[in-house]
């Protein structure tokens, strides 16, 4: 794998290999992230979005490119999911407050620099970088509404917590205000997105309908019954 036009490069780790292969890898003393894209179309789309937040900080810079393969700066910092359910751990609200306000910084960045959406917001693809929620992954990128992303991360964070679902209410509620949205404005896209998550096995077993229910009702009188059972 040492492409003719591109610096040589020694690979250090894989980081993944789902719909592109990612590495971690070594040049000039220097560490960078390779990624290897199925579609030359793929690395072009990723690659353009990076390029136009890369001058807020909020992207990794796109350090040089061939074909289907791009090289990019190592964002060195915490993974978002990670600080996410440590903060959903330990019950810490001020944290999980933090880092909804981090997110939708990052977020109003993205709408800015790119007018289009996430789409689809997984938190293992931010990096928390000097408090800044730096963006790793733009494949699904697309023409969307801030809301869809809000009702995203809002169906990532509750499938997510590390304790109970509602244990991250914190988290939503500050994504929200962020926002000036309440609940009621993007119940219907939460239900449909935890379906989705639901649908690819990755929550367990939660009833949607109920906690919807209950997700309203907090939004309403401050405090889900829930709770107090
Ligand atoms: N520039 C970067 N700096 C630091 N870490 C990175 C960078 N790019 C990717 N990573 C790390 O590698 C992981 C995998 O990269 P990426 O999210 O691009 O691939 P993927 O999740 O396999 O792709 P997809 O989500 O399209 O299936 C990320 O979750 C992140 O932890
Ligand atoms: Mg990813």
Redesign the pocket.
């Known amino acids: 794998m040492y492409p003719k036009y591109m610096r040589s490069y020694k690979i250090i780790s894989a ?6 292969k ?1 590495y ?1 890898v070594e040049a000039d003393s220097t560490v960078y ?1 390779l ?1 290897e894209y199925e579609r030359v179309e793929d690395a072009e789309k990723e690659m353009q979005i990076a390029r136009q937040v890369a001058m807020t900080g909020y992207a ?1 810079e796109v350090i040089e490119h061939q074909d289907n393969l791009v090289l ?5 910092g915490d ?1 978002f999911c990670d600080e996410f359910r440590k903060a959903t751990m330990t019950d810490d609200v001020e944290a999980m407050e933090l880092l909804a306000t981090r997110l939708s910084i990052f977020l109003q960045i993205i709408y800015s620099f790119t007018d289009k959406a996430i789409k689809e917001i ?1 938190f ?2 931010y ?1 928390v970088r000097d408090g800044r929620v730096v963006g ?2 733009f ?2 990128v697309d023409e969307g509404m801030p809301y869809e992303d809000v009702a995203s991360a809002i169906a990532f964070a509750l499938t997510n917590s590390a304790g109970q679902y509602y244990d991250c209410y914190p988290f939503v509620y500050k994504l929200l205000s962020c926002f000036k949205l309440d609940m009621m404005d993007v119940i219907n896209e939460v239900k449909a997105r935890l379906k989705q998550l639901a649908s690819r096995g990755s929550s367990n077993d939660i009833d949607i309908d109920m906690l919807a229910d209950g997700l309203v009702g907090f939004d309403k009188k401050g405090v889900d019954w829930r709770k107090l059972i």
């Open positions: 980081l993944s290999s789902k719909l592109k990612v971690k992230i990624k990794p990019y700066e190592y964002v060195e993974n997984d293992n693809n990096v790793v992954d494949l699904k």
